[in-house]
């Protein structure tokens, strides 16, 4: 393993934990604030949801059944079968990217490859890849030429280090019916590519009842993980990159970081452009990127940059998912950017490419909001204090949840001398009233403008509180709207 890793770009970063805490969050990321991520791959295939290709080899699960029943039992039909159905026939990256663009992406992000083990490029270590087998598209080249053309950052995903472990259930059986005892395909060793000579860790799962390790201790699959990820960067150069979970095997995960790190800085007069995002919340592992946030956001404002990611609805496209309001996407951004972080939203894609047309709507009416107070939220920094009202965002991963706000819901940002105040709700007596900002604040206020209404609004500021009243002739979106304050 040790000839592979000396392969790393050479520039100002080594594969250590001290070398990469010296990363600099580049200003492109700390003003984006917005990102359109493209978790798409094939298993969007069956319109069914996440964890697909795992869940059809775990008997009971509600995609097992959907897919005995759809395609045929996973004795004979398994994920394989499913790769080939993959056409992404009307993917047409060029127009998409455009509609993120029009809706406030300042970066994108496409999916490489989940924990499915199926590179969505041109792979030199792996033949299940989408330009051998199902679209036969470079579909991550086809994603950063639109990007990139568009001036727009370029980001990938990858979910490969847990797939060793992940896919383990396809070497097992039904323990009843009639296919009882019969293995599942992930036992032909014709497939072991794909589904990995991981019988080992399949055992270690049934004796527990779930993964016990995240991350394998196969050094094998670390090495083949090393080579695929490095040459996905090697091929695209991206401006980010994601690891779905915490950095990935010790040494080998730290050379990735490294090796992106120093390419970027090799493309950039010798300053690294990249962001490295993972979910380690411990500080000693997060400073050497970005902390990331599944489905959750902060409780408070953060001293160092972080992201929260989350879908409209499920991760892959699935015909029975609720999708998220454009409301709650929108008030979800500002508690966000008021707290320092980014957020990278999915938006789910048919497996043709295609979105449906309730995504279509959420992004025209995110385009829509954007246009009347992107000021606020581009590059704008947190101010003393990220909000004041009885409402509050649970910190933490996997916290998310529609907040019910009230008039008295606040959210602050700040750039160039200018306060800008979010209420999160119209008030029906057409009064804001900010404690926050009362003449003990030691702030003197002197304009008080509603972004998206031309003319100055009238005010008072009290020694507790500044008093907005807002125009009768103004005609509320039902969205959160924002006053400059100088």
């Not at 493209?38 to 295939?45: D, I, L, M, N, T």
């Not at 847990?162 to 014709?190: E, L």
């Not at 950039?268 to 452009?273: A, E, L, S, V």
């Not at 909000?387 to 940002?413: I, S, V």
Request: aromatic share 16%.
């Amino acid at each position: 393993m040790e000839e592979y890793l000396k392969t790393i770009q050479q520039g100002p970063f080594s594969p250590t934990w001290e070398s990469l805490r010296q990363f600099k969050c580049p200003q492109w990321f700390l003003d984006a604030k917005f990102g359109i991520w493209a978790h798409w791959g094939p298993q969007s295939v069956p319109m069914y949801g996440d964890w697909y290709a795992r869940n059809i080899y775990r008997e009971g699960e509600p995609q097992y059944y959907y897919h005995w029943r759809k395609y045929g039992h996973p004795s004979k039909v398994g994920y394989k079968d499913i790769v080939q159905m993959w056409k992404a026939e009307k993917f047409n990256p060029e127009e998409l990217i455009d509609l993120y663009i029009k809706a406030g992406a300042k970066y994108f992000v496409a999916q490489a490859v989940h924990h499915d083990n199926f590179d969505n490029w041109n792979s030199r270590y792996h033949r299940w890849n989408a330009v051998n087998m199902g679209p036969k598209k470079d579909i991550v080249g086809m994603w950063a030429k639109a990007a990139r053309e568009r001036g727009l950052p370029f980001g990938v995903s990858e979910h490969l280090a847990a797939s060793f472990s992940w896919f383990a259930p396809s070497k097992g059986c039904d323990s009843k019916g009639p296919y009882k005892g019969v293995p599942y395909d992930g036992n032909d060793p014709v497939y072991e590519d794909f589904y990995h000579p991981n019988r080992d860790e399949y055992e270690l799962e049934k004796q527990h009842g779930k993964i016990v390790n995240w991350y394998s201790q196969n050094t094998q699959w670390h090495m083949k993980w090393f080579l695929r990820i490095k040459d996905l960067i090697d091929q695209y150069e991206p401006d980010f990159l994601y690891s779905d979970g915490g950095v990935p095997f010790g040494e080998i995960g730290l050379s990735i970081v490294a090796h992106l790190y120093n390419t970027s800085a090799k493309n950039h007069d010798g300053i690294n452009q990249a962001v490295y995002t993972q979910k380690d919340t411990n500080p000693d592992v997060y400073k050497i990127g970005v902390l990331d946030i599944e489905r959750g956001a902060a409780e408070d404002i953060l001293p160092h940059p972080w992201q929260t990611d989350t879908c409209v609805g499920g991760w892959f496209y699935d015909v029975r998912a609720v999708y998220k309001t454009p409301e709650q996407v929108i008030e979800m951004l500002i508690d966000i950017v008021s707290k320092g972080g980014n957020l990278l939203l999915n938006i789910p894609q048919k497996p043709d490419g295609t979105l449906d047309d309730e995504c279509l709507y959420i992004l025209d009416e995110i385009a829509k909001w954007m246009k009347v107070n992107a000021e606020a939220i581009y590059a704008t920094r947190p101010w003393i204090r990220y909000g004041e009202g009885p409402t509050k965002a649970q910190g933490g991963a996997f916290q998310e949840k529609r907040l019910e706000w009230t008039k008295e819901d606040f959210r602050f940002t700040q750039k160039d001398g200018k306060i800008f105040a979010f209420q999160m709700k119209w008030p029906e007596d057409n009064r804001a009233i900010i404690k926050s900002l009362g003449l003990s604040s030691g702030i003197s206020v002197k304009e008080v403008k509603l972004l998206g209404f031309e003319d100055k609004l009238e005010f008072k500021q009290l020694d507790n509180a500044l008093i907005i009243k807002l125009p009768e002739k103004y005609c509320s979106t039902g969205y959160p709207h924002c006053f400059c304050i100088k």
